[in-house]
């Protein structure tokens, strides 16, 4: 009885765009349910102490979902997370009103109700977060895999690590340290800020005298798939087996270095999409990226994946080990900060599949701006609510360059497109394709991309405090159907 209530009250609480999208289903899908998803409460032990925080847990109860090589992303969101949510499928290039945007068109989902989806699956390691408020924060976030057939075939362990910041406090209270509030908009005159306790930086060769801010908010811990150094994941793995690590950088704020110690892996895509095959040990992840290495464990023992928060002693990970291996305890702290999370990684990456050369249509230029006192960010120095679209026609490929006049570095994220990584300080690439760039402190990036998903996405920092309070625009088709 429960569950016809249930299915009987999602149906009405589902967007238009699910349920047209479910009347277009093809009859051979008809007959496989789609996957279910819960946004829901849960009870999270951090340091000895125990935190309500949120979840998204997939049909087995473990967190997000894996999808099949060729399988429809043909999903029900159930939300029972006590309040109103949406959840966006970050990577993923669905038509836009089940992007879960409620900013862009889509349908904020009530407690209680469900939401379908049900779009085209894009391969690669993605993942999935709240696009509601702050709920981000409060691990509102699971991984999103999608396999390739290739995958399946690979002899492979593949292992996936889902990085976040944690805090005990209320995301609204951080906020209110900050000296931001939320409604993507403006300062409030007059208002006195306090020192934010950020660490001031001193640049690098380029400009010795500039400084910039870094880790502006303080935090409880840093988890690896919801845990901490102190009780680490420990994945067993064959020696002389090969594990694919599927590494995704959920954490709101927090860029980190990625530290294989003293093993060699093989990067072999960003954000889901290939690159040429870059032997790494060490390298930056910002806030929404995501990165696929090999790891050939050829001797016996254990290897720790670690990620250590950029300008910051502070770290986190998982261990990888040989059957008895022994494990040794892992300090939360490495012996030296971090540098800041740059472009060293970008600049060597290269498509597998780049973009197909033609001529540009459009050309962009945006200006990443904003500041700590007050706490404000925006684009252009607009922020949200007063933002101006970024308009492209169906069929264009459009060149955006974003120039940071900030002091802090800013993770661009496009929904719905995947671009091109073309230019880095100046310097003209064949970069990249992903979905999420850094754009540091004094630098530049542009990115190409083919304007082939009509409607309306947001284009914003993935840093969530810097969004909430303005960061955020959206790119609009002037011909959309
Ligand atoms: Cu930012």
New binding site residues.
């Given amino acids: 009885m429960r569950n016809i209530l249930l299915s009987r009250r999602g149906l009405l609480g589902a967007s238009a765009a699910g349920l047209a999208a479910f009347s277009r289903r093809p009859r051979a899908f008809a007959a496989s349910p789609p996957l279910r998803l819960t946004a829901g409460l849960r009870t999270l032990e951090v340091n000895g102490k125990s935190a309500s925080v949120f979840g998204i847990t997939g049909p087995d109860g473990t967190p997000g979902l894996v999808i099949a090589p060729g399988q429809r992303f043909a999903v029900t969101l159930a939300n029972r997370a006590g309040e109103d949510t949406i959840v966006h499928w970050h990577g993923q290039t669905p038509p836009y009103l089940q992007d879960g945007v409620a900013e862009t068109g889509g349908t904020l989902i009530a407690n209680g109700a469900d939401q379908g989806y049900d779009f085209v699956a894009r391969p690669g390691t993605h993942w999935m977060h709240s696009h509601h408020g702050l709920q981000e924060q409060m691990l509102m976030a699971a991984p999103l895999i999608v396999r390739a057939a290739e995958d399946v075939r690979a002899d492979t362990q593949e292992v996936t690590v889902l990085l976040e910041d944690f805090a005990f406090r209320d995301p609204v209270e951080i906020l209110a340290e900050l000296g931001g509030h939320r409604g993507h908009g403006a300062a409030m005159p007059g208002m006195t800020m306090t020192e934010s306790g950020a660490a001031p930086m001193t640049m690098g060769t380029s400009d010795p005298g500039a400084t910039m801010d870094l880790n502006d908010i303080e935090y409880d811990a840093y988890l690896a798939n919801d845990r901490t150094l102190a009780d680490p994941l420990v994945v067993r793995t064959e020696r002389g087996g090969r594990v694919r690590l599927r590494l995704i950088n959920g954490a709101a704020t927090t860029a980190f270095w990625i530290d294989f110690g003293a093993l060699d892996g093989t990067l072999i895509a960003v954000d889901g999409d290939a690159v040429r095959p870059l032997m790494v040990r060490r390298f930056p992840l910002a806030q929404g990226q995501r990165a696929d290495v090999l790891l050939d464990l050829r001797e016996a023992g254990a290897f720790p994946v670690l990620a250590q928060r950029e300008g910051d002693r502070q770290r986190t990970g998982i261990i990888l080990a040989t059957p008895q291996a022994p494990i040794a305890k892992l300090a939360a702290e490495a012996d030296s900060a971090a540098a800041a999370a740059d472009l060293s990684l970008e600049a060597r990456l290269s498509a597998l599949q780049p973009l197909p050369p033609r001529r540009l249509d459009a050309v962009r230029r945006i200006a990443?701006t904003g500041t700590m006192a007050p706490y404000v960010?925006s684009i252009d120095g607009r922020a949200w609510r007063e933002h101006q679209p970024l308009v492209v026609s169906h069929g264009q490929r459009v060149e955006l360059t974003m120039v940071n006049r900030s002091r802090?570095?800013?993770?661009m994220h496009l929904h719905g497109h995947h671009f091109q990584v073309t230019e880095l300080g100046g310097k003209r690439i064949a970069g990249a394709l992903r979905d999420t760039v850094l754009v540091p402190v004094n630098g530049s990036v542009t990115i190409a991309f083919d304007a082939d998903n009509p409607g309306r996405w947001l284009f914003h920092?993935h840093?969530l405090f810097?969004m909430t309070t303005g960061?955020m625009t959206e790119l609009v088709y002037d011909n959309a159907a």
């Fill in positions: 990443l960010w802090m570095a800013h993770p920092c840093n810097h960061m």
